[in-house]
Nanobody
């Protein structure tokens, strides 16, 4: 059974940093990407970042480019999201996902598994 467990969220001031982690117990057979999305109260889901597991091509939302970095440690079956220069508008619940992505830069097409989320709160 595929299980994703996020950690690393918290409360920080604007300009601060956090690193989110996603521990993956198993991978869905047909997944071709891993990544993060977020949900803020009253807002639609925003796909933050993803990478193709085959070749590492990445996608970043315009709102986080240059500030967030996605990475993985295959030996630890862990996916990370390094978040720097955090802004109040980054406040949201962040979810790790295993999915089918499409496009030259991977964008979520079909979600296969996702975690329970980790809360990130950025104060001004």
């Amino acid at each position: 059974q595929v299980q994703l467990v996020e950690s690393g969220g918290g409360s920080v001031q604007a300009g601060g940093s956090l690193r989110l982690s996603c521990a993956v117990s198993a991978y869905a057979d047909n997944r071709n990407c891993m990544g993060w999305y977020r949900r803020a109260p009253g807002k639609e889901r925003e796909d933050v970042s993803a990478f193709y597991t085959s070749d590492g091509r990445t996608y970043y939302a315009d709102s986080v480019k240059g500030r967030f970095t996605i990475s993985q440690d295959s030996a630890k079956n862990t996916v990370y999201l390094q978040m720097n220069s955090l802004k109040p508008e980054d406040t949201a619940m962040y979810y790790c996902a295993s999915a089918v992505c499409a496009g030259s830069r991977p964008q979520f097409s079909v979600f296969l598994s996702w975690g329970q989320g980790t809360q990130v709160t950025v104060s001004s």
